[in-house]
C-alpha cells in the first residue's frame, strides 16, 4: 500500500523511527542535563550572579536598548519592503536598460555582509569626510542587504505564477504595470509569505551586529553587563536572548494571523467569484477567472485607452 507522494512505512520502518525518535530525545535530554549540571557545578545559578538584575535601573537600561532595537529594525525592516518591491519590479522589467542596472546592484547589496556594510558606513564615510551616526549606519545596511534578498523572495514567487495568470490580465487590456500590480504580485506575496516574514525575522537579529559600531541596541548593552559585578556573562546572554525569541515569536504570529487572514479573504472571492460564473467550479480555471475579474472591477472606466 502506498501513497501519492511516499511508500506507507511498514512494521520494521515504524520500528526503525521510534528507535531513532526515542535515542535523539535521549541524546538531547542527556545534552541539556549536562549543560544544567555544569551550571550548578560552576555556581551560574547562585543569586551572585542574577543580582545585577534586582536593579531598576538595569531593566531601564534594557528597556531603552529594546527600544533602539525596535527603532532601528522598524525602519529597516520598511524601507528593505520598500526597496525589495522596487528591485523586484526592475529586475521583471522588459526594458534591458532597467533590469541589468537593477540586477547589478541586486546582487552588490547580497554579495557584501552587513556587518561589513556597516562598518563601511560607520568607518568608511568618515575618511571621506561624511560622519553617518550610528543608528543610519545599521539602518541603511539591513535595509540594503534585506531589501536585495526580498527583491529575489519576490521575483521568484512572480515567476512561480502559471503564465495564464499574466495572461488572463493582458487578454483583458491591463498593461503589464497593471498585471503586476492587481494579479502577479498579491499572489506572489501570500504565497512567499513565510519566506518574507522568515527575512523580517533575520533583519530584527541582524541589528545585534550594530554593538560593534557602538550602537546601543540590546548587544551593546548585554556586554556592558557582563563587566558588572559577578561577572554575569551567562546571565545576560539569557535574559537578552530571551527578549529575542519573544520578539520573533510575536513577529511570528502576527505573519501567521496575516497569512490566515489573506486565505480568507481569497476563499470569500472564490466563492463570490463561483456564485457569479458556473465556469469557475471547472478544474484549472478558479484563480485565472478570479484574477481577471479582480483586474477587470480596479480596469473598467480607467484603462479604455490602453
Known amino acids: ?27 538531547v535530554l542527556a545534552l541539556v542535563g549536562f549543560v544544567i549540571l555544569r551550571m550548578l557545578e560552576t ?17 531601564m537600561g534594557i528597556f531603552n536598548a529594546l527600544g533602539n532595537t525596535l527603532a532601528a529594525f522598524a525602519l529597516a525592516a520598511v ?21 541589468v542596472p537593477v540586477t547589478v546592484i541586486t ?29 543610519w549606519a545599521v539602518v ?17 514567487g512572480v515567476e512561480s505564477l502559471p503564465r495564464g495568470q499574466g495572461e488572463a490580465g493582458y487578454a483583458i487590456g491591463l498593461r503589464k504595470s497593471g498585471v503586476l500590480r492587481l494579479i502577479l504580485l498579491p ?12 527575512q523580517l ?36 546572554a539569557f535574559v537578552i536572548g530571551g527578549i529575542y525569541i519573544l520578539m520573533c515569536l510575536i513577529l511570528s504570529g502576527i505573519a501567521r494571523w496575516v497569512e490566515i487572514r489573506t486565505r480568507r479573504s481569497t476563499k470569500v472571492l472564490g466563492i ?12 484549472g480555471t478558479d484563480t485565472e477567472l478570479i484574477a481577471m475579474q479582480r483586474g477587470a472591477g480596479k480596469f473598467h472606466g480607467t484603462s479604455t485607452g490602453a
Not at 501519492?4 to 528507535?19: E, T
Open 43 to 59: 555556581g551560574q545559578f547562585s543569586a551572585e550572579k542574577w543580582f545585577v538584575f534586582t536593579f531598576s535601573n538595569v531593566w
Open 201 to 236: 525575522v533575520v533583519t530584527m537579529k541582524d541589528t545585534a551586529l550594530g554593538f560593534i559600531i557602538t550602537y546601543p541596541e540590546l548587544l551593546y548593552y548585554a556586554k556592558q553587563l557582563t563587566s558588572q559585578q559577578g561577572r554575569p556573562i551567562l546571565q545576560s
Open 187 to 198: 499572489q506572489a506575496i501570500r504565497a512567499m509569505l513565510p519566506v518574507i516574514v522568515a
Open 272 to 283: 463570490v467569484a463561483g456564485a457569479a460564473d458556473p465556469r469557475t467550479h471547472e478544474e
Open 79 to 99: 524601507l528593505s519592503v520598500i526597496l525589495g518591491f522596487v528591485l523586484a519590479i526592475g529586475r521583471l522589467s522588459d526594458h534591458a536598460w532597467v533590469r
Open 1 to 27: 500500500m502506498s501513497s501519492v507522494l511516499y511508500d506507507v512505512p511498514g512494521p520494521r520502518a515504524i520500528a526503525r523511527n521510534r528507535i531513532l525518535a526515542i535515542v535523539t530525545v535521549a541524546v
Open 140 to 156: 541603511i545596511a539591513l535595509m540594503a542587504y534585506n531589501g536585495s534578498v526580498l527583491a529575489e523572495v519576490l521575483r521568484a
Open 107 to 135: 546582487e552588490l547589496f547580497r554579495a557584501v555582509p552587513v556587518l561589513v556594510f556597516m562598518m563601511l558606513l560607520y568607518y568608511g564615510l568618515p575618511v571621506v569626510g561624511v560622519k553617518m551616526d550610528p543608528y
